[in-house]
């Protein structure tokens, strides 16, 4: 079947900056793209967004109002980044009222962040390398949830290649190869293909027809991240 006759897949992004920065959507459907898979990407997504910020229409976010009138084949969940650590049952609250909005045949998915210097709540777990992920797995146990483990990659990414920062200079923010590193563990996540030999950069033409770049980082580095993804989903 060609690609144009395939019928596309709907998936939606709720997040904040940790989705949006480095145009990670976009990043997603275009390795999508590359491996012969048809999907059609949306976000709804705000600057420091909580699940609560998105139900109450916080930031001008419309995600309810979105949520009630298209369905979507998935979705992906993802909190503040300390919203697990401080505020866990808020985020389990606002994950359940979301879910309810949902068609039965939608497939959940819950983003599971890093853990970055100085992030409030990291002296609660002082035996934990990384609590988010811990405390968001019980928001998925005992569901068909899957949890999109970032925050993990990241972990493993930088005890290998400490040397390759994965956030900006704010030390919270994913960089380029951060971003592009956590498109891999989506992707991934999502089709079920590793990333290895995905590309290294992707554009498309805006609507005046001048090329723009979703994403670019170097060739070693996109092996190294789509090798850390692959073997943190795939053990390969």
């Not at 009138?69 to 009222?97: A, G, W």
């Not at 609660?124 to 797995?137: G, V």
């Not at 996540?189 to 590309?199: A, D, E, F, N, R």
């Not at 005046?208 to 190294?224: D, H, L, P, Q, W």
Request: a positive charge; hydrophobic letters at 35%.
């Amino acid at each position: 079947m060609s690609l144009q006759a395939q019928e596309k897949e709907r998936i939606l992004f709720i997040g904040n900056s940790f989705t949006f920065y480095w145009n990670l959507p976009s990043q997603v459907e275009q390795m999508a793209l590359e491996k012969g898979l048809q999907w059609e990407i949306t976000q709804t997504t705000a600057s420091g967004a909580s699940l609560r910020d998105h139900w109450q229409g916080n930031k001008a976010l419309k995600t309810k109002l979105l949520l009630g009138k298209e369905t979507f084949d998935r979705v992906i969940f993802q909190e503040h980044s300390t919203y697990p650590l401080v505020h866990v049952d808020t985020t389990s609250f606002y994950y359940n009222k979301f879910k309810a909005l949902l068609a039965a045949k939608t497939k959940v998915y819950m983003y599971s962040t890093w853990m970055y210097p100085g992030i409030s709540g990291k002296e609660n777990y002082p035996n934990s390398t990384n609590p988010i992920e811990e405390n968001l797995k019980t928001q998925v146990a005992g569901a068909e949830d899957q949890l999109l483990r970032i925050g993990a990659a990241f972990e493993l990414f930088a005890s290998r290649y400490p040397n390759i920062e994965l956030f900006t200079d704010d030390k919270k923010h994913p960089s380029p190869q951060g971003s592009y590193l956590a498109a891999c563990v989506i992707f991934s996540s999502l089709s079920g293909q590793p990333s290895k030999g995905l590309k290294r950069r992707y554009s498309n033409t805006d609507s005046n027809g001048k090329k723009i770049f979703y994403s670019m980082v170097e060739k070693e580095t996109a092996r190294k991240c789509q090798e850390v993804a692959d073997q943190l989903l795939f053990n390969k």
